[in-house]
T-cell receptor, first 107, second 117 residues
């Protein structure tokens, strides 16, 4: 199975900062990667699919990049509502859909 | 997107089974694969398996094979996930989610399962 490793696991930042989260796959997965945001007690919310395509309705301060085995999620100009946990997920290894372990973004 | 509404909180004893439901709104129920994902307290997301609502075909994560059964009732646009031989390690929030464009674009609100003696 493909393993996804996110770094860092915890990230401390301030409102207005620009932050980057990395997701590394244990093998090449092309651009078959999605990013989610999850707030406490809520279901995950899709932010990015196909590594870099912004989901409809998601603010443009979120962006994704990468291909192959290394991917990044960047959030520009952090707002208070962006403090949450972020997960990557791969769709390359059919039929399994593993997630990264998560990155908690804290103030 | 589609609205997915899940069944309420469950409390079960070790060794019992649970059946969680997920009702989809709209008329696209059979058009997309549906998945189940769980999240133990304070932990990350764990994919459990998928069901093709059109055919009923399923595929389960190896960890759950033999213990999980995913079904659907197309007449009421509802999915079901049954997990048997429960242990305390199965205490988690269970989510259903729709797969679109190689991503999960819609999620249920989650169903908390507590397994306790």
């Amino acid at each position: 199975d493909i393993q996804l490793t996110q770094s860092p696991s915890f990230l401390s930042a301030s409102v207005g900062d620009r932050v980057t989260i990395t997701c590394r796959a244990s093998q090449v997965i092309s651009t078959s990667l999605a990013w989610y945001q999850q707030k406490p007690g809520k279901a995950p919310k899709l932010l990015i699919y196909a590594a870099s395509t912004l989901q409809s309705g998601v603010p443009s301060r979120f962006s994704g990049s990468g291909s192959g085995a290394e991917f990044t999620l960047t959030i520009n100009s952090l707002l208070p509502e962006d403090f949450a946990t972020y997960y990557c997920q791969q769709f390359h290894s059919y039929p399994r859909y593993s997630f990264g372990q998560g990155t908690k973004l804290e103030i | 997107q589609v609205q997915l509404v899940q069944s309420e909180t469950e409390v079960k004893k070790p060794g019992a089974s649970v059946k969680v439901s997920c009702k989809a709104s709209g008329n696209t129920f059979t058009g997309f694969f549906m998945h189940w994902v769980r999240q133990a307290p304070g932990q990350g997301l764990e994919w459990m398996g998928w069901i093709n609502p059109k055919s009923g075909g399923t595929h389960y994560a190896q960890k759950f094979q033999g213990r999980v059964t995913m079904t659907r009732d197309t007449s009421i646009s509802t999915l079901y996930m049954e997990l048997s031989r429960l242990t305390s390690d199965d205490t988690a929030v269970y989510f259903c989610a729709r797969e679109v464009r190689s991503s999960f674009d819609s999620w249920g609100q989650g169903t908390l399962l507590t397994v306790t003696s």
